[in-house]
């Protein structure tokens, strides 16, 4: 099991509350691919544990929102919602203090492609936005990375 699910979840029982009682252990086989991908990148030189974590706490917060969290998992749908916020809140955070405010950007933009390709009915198209953003947040984006995002956001989708 990747250290990263494992320094998360303690993360987030540090948080305390309801999202403290809402924290399991991470499941046999769970696996933290993007921040690893993350990690891996020239901008995470130095900082590679955290930018695996951070990723991976947006990412969180993303399964809360649409799918089943890997180390949170609240039985209220409503809960879930918040938690994904506070999860996305969390990485973004700990990205500014890192001061890297382009890989903010970049995360946010993955945050928002999410969200429309859910709302589009394209849920299958959430992985690719989600590799993509984080091999750019610890690469830095290409000039294909943001041609495809242009395409998507006018509903071409990435091919």
């Known amino acids: 099991m990747p250290r990263t699910l494992l320094e998360l979840e303690r ?16 499941e046999p086989g769970a696996s933290a691919p993007l921040g690893a991908t993350a990690a891996r990148g020239p901008r995470a030189h130095g900082h590679e544990a ?9 990412h969180e917060g993303s399964l809360q929102h649409y799918g089943r969290g890997r180390v949170v998992r609240p039985a209220d749908p409503d809960l879930a919602l918040l938690a994904g916020d506070r999860l996305y809140a969390l990485g973004l955070a700990r990205l500014a203090e890192l ?3 382009a890989a903010v950007a970049e995360l946010a933009d993955v945050i928002s492609l999410t969200a429309q390709v859910h709302a589009e ?33 006018g509903d071409a989708g990435p091919e």
Do not use: F, M, N, Q
Not at 50 to 58: F, H, K, N, S
Not at 123 to 140: D, I, T
């Open 11 to 26: 993360e987030v029982r540090g948080l305390g509350g309801l999202l403290e009682a809402a924290t399991a252990a991470p």
């Open 50 to 58: 955290e930018y695996a974590l951070l990723v991976e706490a947006i």
């Open 99 to 101: 001061g890297d405010l």
């Open 121 to 153: 009915g394209r849920p299958e198209a959430a992985p690719r936005a989600w590799s993509s953003g984080a091999a750019a947040v610890g690469a830095g984006p290409t000039d294909e990375h943001e041609a495809e995002k242009a395409a998507w956001r």
